[in-house]
């Protein structure tokens, strides 16, 4: 063996701790990393799997009622490779042992052989036999909700008639992996399902015999999308299209596209913090190694080993402990992965979820984390090498002692002798005790950033539940009824105030830029659905132009004054220009709002609504629910505070599970930060400390004059840590931002003291 290889391993064992610290830290970077590129890459490459596995279509559309010989035309549209009609329908469920109505999707399969796109995997059981009508399969997650299995039977509302369907299988569609019910932001597998049914069933139910209102097509590879989408809307038009939109819009890929982003944002804002204080603590670890080696530096170059090599011994010091880091990383990240791909599955319905990080990630995250090792290197190696042998056999020069400037500010006459010892460290090393205040300032930043996010979706729970939806129920029509029927809804049992609103499916359009949505009327003097300014004040629903919510009107380009175009993709499909009179705080989803009768008066219609919404007296809710059930004018019910207990249990879980890794991470950060600090600080005034001690010092006190250092720094990175986390919090709320989700930055005081405390024990 080598000498200086010889002596890295001895420099390694001197120094394991600090080592290890070190190491530590560079492996929560590289699993961070890990964890969220392997588990994007995972998404994408099983996404892709199921989709071209189950033929998942690239275009989609919906249509009142067209004939089934429109099929055939559509076929014909250059770029199309197949096409395929079916039937769909809202309906209510009536689960057994459940009180409220739950919501079904019915969406028909051939009676004959198997979907040509949007494939069904059959998970248990069979798929639906020719000539029983009343077969069904349900989708995986709402049967596992409810304990159903094949054999079992469920009631449903279909068009005013109900019908019991007999359970003959359990599957997982491409179409619909993250499962979400009309209106809905998060999934409730418990009040809304997916089921598939025989054609001929449905036909016969909603007099659809020999017609369709439902057709999916996938394209050829280098088609012109958009203009196959514009000629589907032209041939639909005449039978009530509603508008095609491609895979990007359709919303299960749209939500799962969502969270891949965010897992991407993520990646590349957390690792480099990790990385960046590992390359600090390096740099303050080598070069206070060159520093107490100075003398055998200079021995060294005096037998004849060159600059170069020396430099050489000290970049492969960093390089040894970046790798133990990064093996750590590899195993923790990898085993992180797992844990989160276990979570995905309860969310996205795979019928496979592997983590297979890509090779290319491990490879990618060794290389930086090497370069970030070397960077923390270059310092400590080019001093190595620079020294001459005669300079670095010498002592080095004894630190400047005396009075500080604050003491000459009156302070000497008032701090004990020890305190005093303190602060003239610190201010005779202001350098790196700046560091290591950025360093610990990074992890309360981290923290603090990290846990944000549950103040923020408590902030905006209460915003969208009880400032803007105040109902206890949001009951869904059919299809669009006069604004009379409102009369039935006030005389039900329990009702003790309803409101109406219209929803229209509409394209708004600026320029070159546009987005399909959902444009609400709302009742003038609306007290139950309500709309907000961006102070959170209640706003009038404009009575001759609209609201944009901020996310639609920042993607639109748009601000009040300036005019939309406005295309219905449903009735007459009028087109109007509409002037934007305001912009409304909307965190959960982006809509556009109309006063009621605007809106009717844009659609060409009457006084029409589409939505109830129903105040309820919590002691009569069982008879109510029982009277909706048995309503053939309701299409679905959604019950709020389910739906917000289902957003709490789902968000729950996620954020238990990051703040806990982020907890982790950010205590390795400080403790990494403050060790290695304390060991240097120790080993330069080992002598000074042994003096005091022979003088008389206690070993308390003397413990005090080393570790009171640090708890003045740690206090002093506390309040800028606290700032740069509601800046990294502020930088994280607009990476995170989607069209579904806008986070502002809401950081209760709770937080900071929970990520201060943290940081300082």
């Known amino acids: 063996m080598r000498a200086l290889d010889a002596k890295l391993i001895r420099d390694l064992r001197h120094i394991w701790l600090q080592a290890l610290a070190i190491a530590l830290v560079i492996g929560s970077g590289v699993a961070m990393t890990i964890m969220s ?32 010989q429109l099929r055939a035309r559509i076929a014909e549209i250059p770029g199309v490779a197949q096409v395929e009609t079916r039937i769909l329908a809202g309906v209510m469920l009536d689960i057994a042992g459940m009180d409220e109505p739950a919501r079904g999707l019915l969406v028909s399969v051939p009676d004959r052989g198997a979907p040509l796109l949007n494939a069904l995997h059959i998970r248990e059981g069979r798929p639906i036999a020719a000539g029983r009508g009343e077969e069904a399969v349900l989708d995986e997650a709402f049967a596992l909700a409810h304990g159903l299995h094949p054999g079992d039977r469920i009631a449903a ?18 179409e619909y992996i993250y499962t979400l019910g009309p209106g809905a932001i998060m999934p409730d597998n418990k009040r809304f399902g997916v089921i598939w049914v025989g054609r001929d069933m449905l036909a016969s139910a909603f007099d659809l015999e020999g017609a369709f209102n439902g057709v999916s097509m996938t394209l050829l590879r280098n088609a012109g999308e958009a203009e196959i989408i514009a000629t589907v809307d032209r041939l639909l038009a005449p039978y009530g ?29 957390v690792s480099p913090i990790f990385l960046g204080v590992a390359a600090f603590l390096l740099h303050i670890v080598l070069s206070r190694l060159v520093t107490i080696e100075r003398g055998q530096i200079g021995l060294l170059k005096a037998f004849g080993y060159s600059g170069v090599a020396v430099g050489w011994h000290y970049a492969k010091l960093a390089l040894a402990i970046v790798a133990g880091g990064i ?29 297979r990080p890509d090779p290319g990630v491990f490879v990618w995250t060794a290389a930086v984390s090497v370069a970030i090792g070397l960077s923390g290197a270059l310092g400590a190696a080019r001093r190595a090498v620079s020294l001459p042998p005669a300079v670095a056999m010498m002592p080095a020069a004894p630190p400047a002692y005396g009075t500080s400037r604050i003491e000459r500010l009156g302070l000497k006459l008032r701090l004990p002798h020890a305190m005093r010892m303190v602060l003239r460290q610190i201010l005779r090393r202001p350098g790196r005790a700046g560091v290591t205040t950025l360093g610990i300032a990074l992890a309360t930043a981290l923290l603090v950033s990290s846990m944000f996010m549950i103040d923020t979706i408590d902030f905006m729970l209460d915003v969208q539940f009880n400032m803007i939806n105040r109902q206890d129920l949001t009951v869904s029509l059919t299809d669009a009824r006069s604004a009379s029927i409102l009369a039935d809804f006030r005389a039900m049992p329990g009702v003790m105030q309803a409101e109406g609103a219209r929803v229209a499916a509409v394209r708004i359009g600026h320029g070159h830029l546009s987005r399909r949505t959902g444009l609400i009327g709302l009742s003038p003097g609306a007290d139950l659905g309500r709309l907000l300014d961006a102070d959170l004040r209640p706003v009038t629903p404009p009575p001759r132009g609209m609201a944009l919510s901020g996310t639609l009107a920042r993607v639109l380009g748009v601000g009040v004054g300036d005019r939309v175009t406005v295309e ?7 087109v109007r220009d509409v002037p934007v009179t305001e912009v409304v705080e909307q965190f959960l989803g982006s809509s ?26 919590a002691t009569r809710q069982a008879i109510l629910y029982r009277a909706l059930k048995d309503a053939p004018s309701v299409a679905g019910v959604t019950v709020e505070a389910a739906a917000l207990q289902s957003f709490r249990d789902t968000l729950a879980e996620n954020m238990l599970l990051m703040n806990t890794f982020n907890i982790a991470f950010a205590s390795l950060i400080a403790f990494g930060v403050v060790y290695n600090s304390a060991r240097i600080s120790l080993s330069e005034r080992g002598h000074e400390l042994a003096s005091l001690r022979v003088l008389g010092f206690t070993r308390a006190e003397v413990s005090w004059i080393l570790l009171g250092e640090f708890a003045a720094i740690t206090l002093a990175a506390l309040p800028p840590g606290l700032g740069l986390g509601y800046g990294l919090a502020w930088f994280m709320s607009v990476m995170f931002e989607t069209e579904l989700f806008r986070f502002p930055v809401v950081i209760e005081r709770a937080t900071y003291g929970f990520s201060a405390l943290v940081v300082a024990g």
């Open 37 to 68: 590129l392997g588990m994007l890459h995972s998404l994408e490459e099983t996404r892709a799997a199921f989709y071209d596995r189950y033929r998942f279509a690239d275009v989609f559309a919906s249509v009142k009622r067209a004939p089934e």
């Open 157 to 174: 509302l279909v068009n005013g008639r109900k019908r019991t369907l007999d359970v003959v299988g359990i599957a997982l569609s491409p």
């Open 241 to 269: 299209g509603t508008g095609a939109y491609g895979r990007e819009d359709q919303m299960s890929h749209w939500f799962v596209s969502n969270e891949l982003s965010q897992l991407r944002s993520m990646s590349w804002i």
């Open 327 to 355: 093996l750590m990383g590899y195993a923790a990240g990898t085993w992180l992965g797992r844990g989160l791909a276990e979570m995905y599955a309860e969310f996205f319905h795979f019928p496979f979820l592997y983590y």
């Open 568 to 574: 219905a993709l449903e009735g007459r499909r009028l």
């Open 592 to 617: 556009a709002f109309m006063d009621r009768k605007a809106l009717n008066r844009l659609m060409g219609e009457g006084d029409l609504i589409s939505i109830v919404y129903v105040q309820a007296d």
